[in-house]
């Protein structure tokens, strides 16, 4: 397994390329109260390294569950705060595993979704959400979970997503 700040190292070298998506960019609607609070307290920050780990934590209005309703564009900018905020165990509501395996596992292709929210399945969505994701993105995340599973619990929904998403995704990268 990767340590802790090896892993950091690579989620910074990983994502540095990634572009902030724009303030018009960051939720993945505007239904419901979540979406819009998210885009008031995201607005103008164009610099995921300088969030404070507390912010992310409770983000958006104390909900904790702005990597639920971003956009995908905006997940891929903003993900590494939350990823190194957790490996710095920072966190304490925010949990970024979820978001990166709950609708990977083989149940989430029969969840449906309601066209408000796009449609389609959990698992579809999903798939479009990371499947533009480098091959060094997906690596990192590979890596961050296996970290998730070795140094902190047992999680079926990780172990699921790993293997019909994750590993295959990046052992196709590494074919190519």
């Not at 979704?113 to 959990?122: H, N």
Request: with cysteine; hydrophobic share 45%; glycine share 6%.
């Amino acid at each position: 397994m990767v340590d802790t700040q090896t892993l950091i190292t690579q989620i910074l070298e990983a994502f540095a390329e990634v572009r902030f998506p724009g303030d018009d960019n960051l939720a993945i609607n505007t239904y419901g109260d979540e979406a819009p609070a998210l885009i008031a307290e995201f607005t103008g920050k164009d610099d995921w390294r300088s969030l404070d780990p507390k912010f992310l934590d409770q983000a958006p209005d104390g909900w904790a569950n702005a990597l639920c309703f971003f956009s995908a564009a905006a997940r891929q900018f903003y993900l590494p705060a939350y990823l190194i905020a957790d490996l710095r165990e920072q966190l304490e509501e925010q949990d970024p595993a979820f978001i990166l395996t709950t609708s990977l596992t083989p149940n989430a292709d029969r969840e449906r979704i309601a066209r408000i929210w796009g449609g389609g399945t959990m698992g579809e969505r999903a798939r479009e959400s990371f499947d533009f994701y480098s091959s060094a993105q997906a690596q990192v995340i590979v890596d961050y979970l296996f970290w998730k599973l070795e140094d902190r619990w047992y999680d079926a929904g990780i172990e699921h997503a790993l293997e019909h998403y994750w590993l295959p995704r990046v052992l196709d990268s590494n074919m190519q």
